[in-house]
Structures are given as C-alpha cells and as structure tokens.
C-alpha cells in the first residue's frame, strides 16, 4: 500500500518531520496546487502550507487556486505531483469543493499517483461524510455532511485536542454507523489511494 493521502488534523506548517517523510518519500515534487477559499490576507498565509517542501525541492512550481473567486481549468493541472487543500471555515469549504467535478479532479490525481494532503477543513471534506463540530459552525450544533467519498469506512474529528472535542465527537458517533477518529492538532492519518488506513502519527 503506498501513502498518497495526508489527513492534518490541525493547521500548517507540518511540524512533525516523520509526516514529511512519508509524503516525499520515493517522490520527487516539482508541481504542487494549493486549494483554498479566499479570506482577508490569504496570500502570505500560503507559505505555511509549502515552507517545509521548499526547502528539499528548489525549484518548486506552486499554484494557489480559490475555486470560490476563480474559475478553474483542472486540465491545466494534472501534473500536479501534490496537492494541498487547505484549513478554514469548513462549511464554506463543502460549499466550494465538494461537487462532482472537483470529485472526478482528485479521483483522477491519486489514480496518477499523485499525493493529497488536507489541512482541518481540507481533511474533512475528503470523507464520505463530514462531521462538523459545534466548535466549526456559527450555530454551534453537531453537524453531518456529505463531502467528496476519498475514504468512507470512518470519519474524523479535527483539532480534537485543542477544541476539546470528546464529547461532541461521542455524540456525533451516535449519529453514524462508521467510528470518527480523532486527530489532534499535530496529527496524521495516512491512507492509501483507496482510502485505506495505513498508519496514524500522533
């Protein structure tokens, strides 16, 4: 089983160098997209996501995409060798990403081989469902939604550990017939192109 697919539980950069490994090991990146949703200062913010990379690949091409603001051609990118999607608002993330089209997009990438990672938000919305924590929405209720299918045997719980989220996610297990796992700030889950569990690094 080859890892092509980065579960962050918490936000950039990667801090862990054992998860760094594991994403450029036996690869060479050249081309990495970026996927987020605009917000005030977005552009500086970008760095988090791609500091670590750069300085093992140096000549790096890097592409941020807002799919909220910008009309996307995805066959200009599919020789992307990474792919990031990013950390934010989450229900604004579904809302922007999960449609079949970005779905048929990343299918197609992990078929070639190529790596996702998903920060947070980015993580979630790859599942089958999405668990919203009542920490990640205005009304503050628990909240199931559909995302893009990457994985389906489970979903999972972001920044389970600085959003004390136990409890929330034991009710949110109730309402699902799949486990949620959860991933702390600083963790990884690891998963082969089909969605397979390979490994957890906390």
């Known amino acids: 089983m080859k890892e092509q697919i980065f579960l962050m539980g918490g936000n950039p950069p990667i801090t862990k160098y054992s998860i760094v490994d594991k994403i450029v090991l036996s690869s060479k990146i050249?081309?990495?997209?970026?996927?987020?949703?605009f917000r005030d200062n977005w552009q500086p913010y970008m760095k988090k996501y791609t500091e670590v990379f750069q300085s093992q690949f140096h000549n790096l091409n890097t592409d941020y995409l807002l799919l909220d603001t910008e009309q996307i051609d995805f066959d200009s990118y599919l020789d992307a060798d990474l792919i990031i999607i990013g950390g934010g608002n989450t229900e604004k993330y579904i809302a922007t990403y999960v449609n079949q089209e970005f779905k048929n997009y990343i299918d197609h990438m992990l078929n070639k081989g190529a790596k996702v990672i998903g920060f947070s938000a980015g993580a979630l919305l790859l599942g089958e469902k999405v668990y919203v924590s009542p920490n990640d929405n205005s009304e503050h209720q628990i909240k199931i939604k559909n995302g893009l299918g990457v994985f389906s045997q489970f979903l999972i719980s972001v920044h389970y550990d600085?959003?004390?989220?136990?409890?929330?996610?034991?009710?949110?297990?109730?309402?699902?017939d799949v486990p949620i796992?959860?991933?702390?700030?600083?963790s990884c889950l690891v998963l082969d192109k089909l969605g397979n569990i390979i490994e957890k690094i906390d």
């Open 162 to 176: 600085s959003w004390n989220d136990k409890a929330n996610k034991d009710r949110a297990e109730e309402l699902v």
């Open 30 to 37: 050249e081309r990495i997209v970026i996927f987020t949703v």
């Open 181 to 186: 796992i959860p991933l702390n700030d600083h």
